[in-house]
């Protein structure tokens, strides 16, 4: 009987500890639970993402740009933070299961994958299998990975970045001919931009800071290595940037919000402190977690944990003058963290002094990106530096063992609480698809409660989408003209349970419904008392329908 491949029992091992921790709920119920988190509706526009590309491409749509939400004017799909390469991908599940269940096998195949690709490299870099299932371990669960897949899924999609450093480590041996490298190199770009274009804009970042310490750290032939993998590396982006030319311009047509590094850069203590994503410890330091990131427990992704620091630092003094390579990784681990801090620097959520990120944050493209979720690379530095570190013959394995285990031990998951279990509302309008009896093909419609605020994003996708909104939510992408308006403000505070909107304002959301050709409005019942002063003005009675109540605007705001 053959040998069970290495390989295999990664997969297995992963996918074993993604099933039973992120899974759980998902697998006993995949059409009605979903593996995130119960806070945020970030997990909406995904499964929205997830129908959309198949839907578009099947219908002759452009792709790239969707009148299906903020109609009739439509936005740019590319420019938000949509997920192509996997929505097509998993585009038989979603057409045959729904999007809620393509959802959850992405949301529990995402760590497998981000394992078995730094698994690949740990063991190119280490030359042992053993360490390379512990790098393979600390890159998918880790404090990174855990807390982004409570709710961004497409931040979460990282695999092709442990492939894109194992061809760049090949190329430098030698084992890889520039052109191979060139084309390998480009796939693994485009598959990653068609994931997240921020992450693949962070790896150029910290691509360009590898080259650099790398330049300084080698010299003699092995510099002039570094300078042509460099250059093949740039050929290969230039390669990819070709091809993608068309996402790219349409990502860039239409400028989204800014969100600077100060928003979510990463706290200090959270190097150090678990958040509740973590099984040890998690709880135990909640009070002081729930401080970073402005209580945004998805953005608190930069927990390493003494244990690896404790790796980090031991291989990292003991090999610096002997191996050129390790200056490397500990130069670049360090100026990762620091950018990851953004500006200013956070402690217990209290701000201390200014960080190098306040000078890059004016530059282009730089005032759009999360300083906090650099810390993918930190992960990823880490895997292969403790890989590293467990391959070394000791005089005392009982200890390096000790510490190892206490590493991994402190990136499994939480499987307590609801952070990857929750229960999307799915009123049976939608869900049985009847929505077609009360509504024309096209319809544009507010669906209450709106955007982030609720599941409309969901519905509309569970709908097939049959009718339109006048809101959506795509990440930061939305047409600037649109947002900027009373009647939409008050709509969003429509979308917020408790008080009621002022009739005073009834006029203003009338005008906003007009201007966006709304004929009809759908409100969950929770909402109703919200807007018991406004609807009486702007709308006739309702119907019930399916667990929504369907109203249509009054003849003076129909329209025309």
């Not at 792709?63 to 390469?85: L, Q």
């Not at 480590?169 to 030698?174: D, L, Q, T």
């Not at 910290?206 to 080698?218: H, K, N, T």
Request: glycine share 8%; charged share 10%.
């Amino acid at each position: 009987m053959a040998a069970v491949p290495a390989f295999a029992w990664a997969l297995g091992l992963y996918l074993a500890v993604s099933a039973v921790a992120i899974g759980h709920g998902a697998l006993a119920n995949p059409s009605g639970i979903c593996a995130c988190s119960a806070s945020g509706n970030d997990p909406s526009a995904a499964m929205w993402s997830l129908s959309w590309w198949p839907y578009a491409l099947l219908h002759g749509l452009d792709p790239f740009y969707t009148h299906a939400v903020w109609a009739p004017h439509g936005v740019s799909v590319a420019a938000a933070a949509t997920i192509p390469a996997a929505a097509i991908a998993l585009w038989p599940i979603s057409a045959a299961f729904g999007p809620l269940v393509a959802y959850n096998v992405l949301a529990i195949a995402s760590p497998v994958l981000c394992g078995l690709t730094a698994f690949l490299l740990c063991r190119r870099v280490a030359g042992r299998t053993g360490p390379a299932f512990v790098g393979g371990m600390l890159f998918a669960f880790g404090g990174y990975q855990l807390s982004q897949l409570q709710s961004h899924l497409n931040l979460t999609l990282v695999f092709m970045l442990p492939l894109l450093a194992l061809l760049v480590v090949r190329r430098f041996a030698g084992e890889l001919r520039g052109r191979r490298f060139v084309v390998l190199a480009a796939l693994a770009l485009i598959v990653q931009a068609l994931l997240s274009t921020e992450i693949l804009f962070d790896a150029g970042l910290v691509g360009v800071l590898a080259a650099i310490v790398a330049y300084v750290a080698f010299d003699g032939p092995q510099r002039s290595r570094v300078t042509r993998v460099a250059l093949e590396t740039a050929a290969a982006g230039a390669l990819a940037a070709l091809v993608l030319l068309p996402y790219l311009i349409a990502a860039l047509s239409q400028p989204a919000v800014a969100r600077p590094g100060s928003l979510y850069g990463l706290d200090a203590l959270n190097l150090v402190i678990p958040t509740p994503v973590s099984w040890l410890g998690g709880e135990l330091f909640h009070r002081v977690s729930a401080t970073f990131e402005a209580g945004n427990g998805s953005e608190a992704d930069g927990y390493l944990g003494l244990p690896l620091l404790i790796i980090a630092t031991w291989f990292t003094v003991s090999w610096w003058r002997r191996r050129r390579e390790v200056r490397v990784l500990g130069v670049l681990l360090v100026l990762v963290v620091l950018l990851a801090l953004g500006s200013p620097l956070r402690i217990a959520g209290a701000s201390v002094v200014p960080l190098p990120w306040r000078s890059l944050q004016a530059l282009p493209l730089f005032d759009n990106i999360v300083a906090s979720r650099l810390m993918v690379f930190a992960d990823l530095i880490l895997a292969v530096i403790a890989a590293m570190w467990l391959a070394e013959r000791s005089p005392r394995p009982a200890l390096r063992f000790l510490v190892a285990a206490l590493s991994v031990a402190s990136v499994i998951p939480n499987v307590a609480g609801d952070l990857w279990t929750s229960r999307p509302p799915n009123p049976r309008l939608f869900a049985s698809g009847i929505e077609r009896r009360y509504l024309g093909r096209g319809e544009n419609v507010l669906v209450i409660p709106v955007a982030w605020l609720g599941d409309s994003m969901l519905w509309q996708a569970e709908s097939g989408f049959s009718f339109s909104m006048p809101i959506g939510y795509l990440s930061s992408a939305s047409p600037t003209s649109t947002v900027a308006s009373t009647g939409i403000s008050w709509i969003f505070e429509g979308s917020i349970a408790a008080g009621r909107i002022p009739e005073q304002y009834a006029g203003a959301i009338a005008a906003y419904l007009h201007r966006h050709r709304v004929l009809y409005i759908l409100i969950a019942p929770a909402y109703l008392p919200k807007w018991s002063m406004v609807l009486p003005r702007i709308a006739v009675r309702a119907t019930r329908a399916g667990g929504m109540l369907l109203y249509t605007l009054a003849t003076g705001v129909q329209r025309s």
